[in-house]
C-alpha cells in the first residue's frame, strides 16, 4: 500500500497508531484463512517500531500465524519498505477465539 497523507503524525511519517492499526487488521485476517468463523478478541497487540515510513513510499505487510489452536490464535505481522525490503515494524497479535456453541 502506499502510506497516504490522512495517516501520517506531526513529524509527517506513518503514525504509530495506524501502523498499530494495521497489525490488527491484517492479523485478524489472518484467523479467517484457517477458517475461523470469527477473527476473535485481542488479548495482546505489541509492536516493535524500527523505522518510519513517509507519505506516497510503498509498503508491504505480511503476516502469519504462529498457532490457531481452539482457543487462541497467535499471529505475526511485519511491515517493510517495498522498495528496500528495511522493517519498519514487527507485531505480535494474541486472540481469544470464543469456542462455538453446539446447537
Known amino acids: 500500500m502506499k502510506v497516504p497523507p490522512r495517516l501520517l503524525n506531526a513529524g509527517n511519517f506513518l503514525h504509530g497508531g495506524a501502523t498499530a492499526s494495521l497489525v490488527d487488521l491484517v492479523g485478524s485476517a489472518v484467523v479467517f484463512t484457517y477458517g475461523a468463523s470469527s477473527s476473535g ?5 505489541s509492536i516493535t517500531y524500527l523505522d518510519s ?5 510503498e509498503i508491504e505487510i505480511e503476516a502469519k500465524a504462529l498457532r490457531v489452536g481452539k482457543t487462541v490464535a497467535v499471529i505475526t505481522v ?6 528496500s525490503g528495511k522493517i519498519i515494524a514487527q507485531g505480535r497479535h494474541t486472540k ?3 469456542p462455538q456453541s453446539k446447537m
Do not use: C, N, P, T
Open 53 to 57: 515510513a513517509f507519505v506516497g513510499e
Open 41 to 45: 478478541v485481542s488479548v495482546e497487540i
Open 96 to 98: 481469544y477465539l470464543a
Open 78 to 83: 511485519e511491515i517493510r519498505k517495498k522498495k
